[in-house]
């Protein structure tokens, strides 16, 4: 791309004996509106570039994110549980003992075991965006992120 700044053209090309303030000024205002074109139109083109890039075979959304409207977001799972492991006794580990939700309690403060449908959630992603964002911005974002996420996959925003 090139970078043309109009104001000069008309510096350089007017000739001498046309150069006269008025006449400056009349052709500064009649190529104003040409010059705010032509910057918006490159910096267009340059988002059009980095979205470009990002392809769905190879993205990282935050990176594209920070590239295109400099925000650092963070992606998170949609359930925030943490997933329970079981050890064996040859592992040396304290012993824990489990109950389901329609249990309760005992003699020892029992250990809840989850069941399935505590891990579905409503949303397969939870985006976090700082909580300095105006609302076109979030609304930007979201489009970006629909462009690229699989069909079917739920997200939503959080602050």
Known sequence: MYYI????????????????VRIE?????LIAPLSTLWNSFTLWKIEADIR?????????????????????ITIVDGAYIPYDYFF???EDYDAVYFRNQSEMGGEISPYYMRNYNDYTTDTDFIV???????DEL??????????????????????
């Not at 104001?7 to 006269?20: C, D, G, R």
């Not at 470009?52 to 650092?72: E, H, K, P, Y």
């Open 88 to 90: 064996q006794k040859t």
């Open 128 to 134: 976090q965006v700082p909580s300095g964002t105006s």
């Open 52 to 72: 470009r890039n990002c392809t769905g075979q190879a993205i990282s959304i935050v990176d594209a994110v920070f590239r295109l409207w400099s925000i650092r």
């Open 25 to 29: 000024a009349l052709l500064m205002s």
């Open 138 to 159: 979030k609304n930007r974002i979201i489009a970006f992120i629909n462009q690229y996420t699989l069909a079917g996959k739920v997200f939503r925003i959080e602050i």
């Open 5 to 20: 700044i109009f104001n000069l053209l008309i510096l350089f090309y007017l000739p001498s004996e046309l150069k006269k």
